[in-house]
């Protein structure tokens, strides 16, 4: 929901187009006509008396100003309490005065009808207090001077009133006349002098009038140069008597001048240059006897931290001509989500400060502050003679509002951009002459060639209209955008485009030279038209693109060569200093590279026929599975993209030569700079995103297979041209990935080529050379398959031999298995390409029999060492050399499980003997006889006779002095199971047990 569900236009804004020029009214003309001395007959004069010439419409559209009330206030105090009341109203062009002077002479003379204005509760007291204070005003007592008007309203020795019975010449005669006291005023208009103190007391005496005096620049600069200065001493001598001549009277007198005071400082509308000394000094000598009161007040009112207390009038006075309402009550829930979106959207770092006042915003509704600052600060204050102030804000809002509520935007806030220069109505109020009308054209047309047309249009309309008016004049900078004010003059809810998009939008905008005259310098943004770089930089762009082949695609490999590589980009095994980049023109003359035993990748600058790729990927004597080749593929928009990056490329060229001849183009230091700015801007915006466009310039990827180059497109978000690379080929599953890739795949595919790893070993250094040999295979480096290779091992899917086979992870006395332990024994350094390697089945033989020939017993003098390997499982630990008798077949399949664990044991015996049973474990049938032998060792030098005793089963014979050999003999068990059975050792002092275990099987 935007604004125009909110607000509704009155209906002469919509339907009535006349009435855009009845905001400019005449005050002698409106008097004139309310007096039935003026016939209108245009249609301008017919729309202005519609509005301005009856009290009830007059005041339906009027928004009471704190200055308005302050003057009604003085006059109703003079004209009622008979203090006497003069009035000054410094004011502008456009600034309220005229309006003023029209609400006094309606309220008094139809003080009824004050109540049809805004605010309700002041309309009403003031209308209240004139009714009950003076009545009805006669209009006797209502003397109108309008010195633009002249005539009755303003004679002049040049343009006299003829009454009849005599003529009168003066302002103080006209007075006269009107009060019916001609006689006492009638030797100084006839002299053309000011009246005396004592005239004038005479001639306000005992009346009630009011006299308002409008345009009395307009009134000196009708007449002859050679009288001017005469009248005007006689005019600022009887305006300086007026005070002490009307004291104590019931007599308003209010006078106009075309100045507006800031601060200190008197300024002087530029259409009274010639007099503005004059009217400097009359304010000056003026405002000490007169009441000094502002007719609008054009400034915010604010706090002392800068923050916006109360907008100023204009926008009041907007809203009450345009929609009707001076204070529009916005519903609650409309309220509070305007207000959400735009405390976020505005805590952007991309916004100014000022933006984060989102009250300010809101009492600016409808209008967005940067709108009213555009049209106050940087087109009326700029040029007030020919915009002026609340009238032309007026025209202009009511020809906006109409053409916004025709189109299909509907924005919360009304923008700069809705001052839309492509409407002919709209670009005559702004550039009345035409003076702009073929830049605004050209600018407008060059949008449609960027890629948001209508984004860039918003933002041609915003700067112009901002800055049109300085025309890049270097000393306004000051009052220039930077980027952060257009962002915040561009965005609206209501255009459904997200920041980025505006930001490109913007930069787009300033870099292209197809729309031109909007330059970026120092930061600022601004049109101008002292610009002619940017016809030079496409004109020459032109040239070098049609003529220029050969220089732009060298200039392309360069940029090019810098879109390789990125910072945390992955494009192992591809490297910069390995990457070639070749034209259509090298490859066509029989370039081909030198055949390369290391991975690399080709940039073809255009589209390749594939025989021609297939002999740059792998038309070499050996290496013919290590190169891949980038180009353009020949869709459309591939095709479109390389086109734009050659048409790009030749304006960095054309930049460039501008660049060395900007001294010779521009002699003038101040047009040099601003066109230097503007060729930065517009090289800039060739530059800008080129990265990226050339990565999807560049998409499709050529790749060894089989005999022939096959080719893929990339579709996947990278960094650089070799990680493109890179993520096609894994896409194809022609990269070797060794974190995922399948055993039986990769084993398979190596026994393809004759590399047959469940069979045989090979050399690890020969693997790596058939990978970068046979297209068959995957593309991998010697890091990526000593990577998989490992990850294999690791598993205990392959097995290693260097001075011995690697396989099973072997724990030393004291270690105990921890959870991050691999199953797989460690090497040291790593595998390396000497090494050999093969599936784990080839070697767990020998596996097997090297850790059975490292068992044994080490016979010292004092003690006996005993080393034998045990297999650790969940359930029970068997001896090795048990399991290689017993269950040889199975042995190297419960070596590869890795929940089983390989610990070699150590025992030392110090004194005595000890026993040995072989084989400790057995497998029988139920009710089988199992036979085993017992070896009774002795340790150092033992004599004493052993007696032996097992818990099941018959020993022969039963004791012995060691050494000596006993026959176990028992039955296995009826039931299928484990069990375990003790045999025991005893001599005087010393007891020996050892085990056997016997799994009963059916």
């Not at 004139?32 to 009830?56: C, F, I, N, T, W």
């Not at 601004?526 to 930089?537: D, S």
């Not at 002999?615 to 020949?634: H, K, M, R």
């Not at 031999?801 to 040291?828: C, H, L, N, Q």
């Amino acid at each position: 929901m935007g604004l125009k569900a909110i607000l509704q236009p009155v209906k002469g804004v919509l339907e009535s187009p006349e009435l855009d020029q009845a905001v400019a009214p005449s005050l002698g003309k409106i008097y004139q006509y309310l007096m039935g001395r003026y016939r209108v007959e245009s249609p301008v004069d017919k729309a202005l008396m519609k509005v301005y010439a009856h009290p009830s419409s007059f005041f339906h559209e009027t928004y009471i100003t704190e200055g308005m009330k302050e003057i009604f206030d003085a006059v109703l105090s003079a004209l009622i309490k008979g203090e006497g009341g003069v009035i000054l109203l410094p004011s502008v062009f456009g600034g309220g005065k005229t309006h003023s002077l029209l609400a006094l002479i309606h309220g008094l003379l139809n003080p009824a009808d004050i109540a049809r204005a805004e605010p309700p509760e002041e309309a009403y007291t003031l209308s209240r207090k004139i009714s009950e204070g003076i009545g009805v005003l006669k209009r006797g007592e209502l003397i109108v001077i309008d010195g633009e008007f002249g005539g009755p309203l303003a004679p002049s020795p040049i343009d006299p009133l003829n009454t009849g019975t005599y003529t009168v010449k003066t302002i103080w005669g006209l007075i006269g006349y009107l009060l019916g006291r001609y006689e006492v005023v009638k030797r100084f208009d006839e002299k053309e002098v000011a009246p005396t103190l004592g005239a004038l007391i005479k001639l306000f005496e005992g009346k009630r009038v009011l006299i308002l005096v409008d345009e009395i620049a307009e009134y000196i600069l009708r007449l002859p140069r050679t009288a001017r200065e005469k009248i005007w001493e006689q005019i600022l001598r009887f305006l300086k008597a007026l005070p002490q001549a009307i004291q104590g009277k019931r007599v308003a007198f209010l006078l106009t001048i075309p100045v507006k005071v800031v601060g200190q400082k008197v300024e002087v509308e530029k259409l009274y240059d010639d007099m503005a000394d004059k009217l400097k000094n009359l304010y000056e000598v003026l405002r000490h006897q007169y009441v000094v009161i502002p007719p609008v007040r054009l400034e915010d009112r604010k706090s002392p931290e800068g923050r916006i207390l109360e907008e100023n009038e204009v926008v009041r006075i907007l809203r009450k001509r345009i929609f009707g309402t001076a204070s529009p009550t916005l519903p609650r829930r409309y309220l509070l989500q305007l207000r959400g979106h735009y405390e976020r959207i505005y805590s952007e770092g991309i916004f100014p400060a000022d933006a984060r006042d989102v009250d300010a915003l809101l009492k600016y509704y409808p209008f967005h502050p940067t709108f009213i600052d555009v049209i106050l600060r940087h087109v009326a204050e700029r040029n007030p003679e020919r915009y002026q102030k609340t009238r032309f804000a007026l025209s202009l809002s009511r020809k906006i509002v109409r053409r916004l509520w025709k189109s299909p935007i509907d924005p919360d806030f009304i923008h700069v951009w809705a001052i839309d220069l492509e409407d002919r109505d709209i670009r005559r109020i702004m550039d009345p002459e035409s003076a702009y009308t073929t830049y605004i054209t050209r600018m407008l047309n060059g949008c449609n060639s960027l890629s948001e047309p209508e984004l860039a249009r918003l933002m041609v309309k915003t700067v112009f209209t901002r800055t049109f008016l300085y025309d890049g004049l270097p000393f306004s900078e000051r009052v220039y955008p930077d980027k952060r004010e257009l962002y915040w003059a561009l965005y609206d809810q209501g255009l459904k485009v997200e920041l980025a998009r505006m930001r490109a939008a913007v930069e787009e905008v300033i870099e292209k030279p197809e729309v031109g005259y909007i330059v970026e310098q120092n930061n600022l943004v601004f049109f101008t038209r002292i610009l002619m770089i940017g016809e030079q930089v496409r004109r020459t762009a032109a040239e070098v693109y049609e003529r220029e082949e050969s220089r732009i695609l060298e200039r392309l490999r360069e940029m090019v060569r810098q879109r390789l590589t990125a910072p945390n980009a992955d494009y192992k095994p591809f490297s910069k200093d390995r990457t070639l980049i070749l034209t259509e023109e090298e490859v066509e003359g029989g370039l081909l590279p030198e055949e390369s035993n290391v991975h690399r990748v080709i940039i073809y600058l255009g589209t390749i026929e594939k025989q021609k790729a297939t002999n740059l990927v792998q038309g070499y004597g050996s290496y013919n599975n290590t190169t891949v080749l980038i180009d353009v593929p020949e869709d459309d928009a591939s095709q479109r993209n390389f086109r734009d990056l050659k048409k790009r490329t030749a304006t960095i060229i054309a930049c460039d030569r501008l660049q060395s001849q900007l001294e010779h183009m521009f002699p003038e230091e101040e047009v040099r700079n601003v066109n230097q700015a503007m060729l930065r801007n517009i090289k800039r915006g060739a530059t800008r995103n080129l990265g990226r466009l050339i990565i999807e310039t560049f998409r499709r990827v050529w790749y060894p297979e089989k005999g022939e180059a096959r080719h893929a497109t990339n579709t996947e978000p990278v960094k650089c041209l070799l990680a493109l690379a890179k993520a096609v080929l894994r896409k194809e599953q022609k990269l070797l990935n060794p974190d995922r890739v399948d055993l039986d795949v990769l084993l398979d595919a190596l026994s393809g080529v004759g590399y047959d790893l469940k069979r045989e070993p090979k050399q690890i250094s020969g693997i790596i050379s058939v990978f970068l040999m046979n297209p068959r295979l995957y593309m991998a480096d010697k890091r990526m398959i000593l990577k998989a290779l490992t990850r294999f091992y690791e598993t205990l899917d392959l097995a290693v031999f260097r001075d011995k086979v690697y396989w099973k992870r072997v724990y030393k006395p004291g270690k105990e298995p921890m959870p991050s332990d691999s199953p797989a024994e460690t090497i040291e350094r790593g595998l390396d390409e000497r090494d050999s390697i093969a599936f784990w089945k080839v070697y767990a033989e020998e596996f097997i029999d090297q850790l059975l020939k490292a068992e044994g017993e080490e016979i010292r003098p004092d003690r006996v060492i005993r080393r034998f390997y045990v297999l650790r499982s969940q359930l029970e630990t068997m001896k090795l050399r048990d399991l290689a008798i017993t269950s040889r077949e199975e042995l190297p399949i419960m070596l590869k499980d890795p929940r089983n664990t390989l610990h070699l044991m150590v025992e030392e015996i110090e004194i005595g003997f000890y026993l040995d049973v072989v084989p400790s474990t057995v497998e029988a049938k139920p009710k089988a006889s199992i036979e085993v032998d017992v070896n009774v060792k002795p340790v150092r030098e033992f004599k004493a006779e052993v007696l032996l005793y097992a818990d099941h089963g018959m020993l022969e014979p039963s004791s012995g002095v060691p050494p000596f050999k006993a026959r176990w003999r028992l039955t296995a068990e009826g039931e299928e199971g484990v069990y375990s059975y003790t045999i025991t050792g005893t001599s005087d002092v010393l007891q020996r047990d050892e085990k056997l275990t016997v799994k009963v099987v059916g």
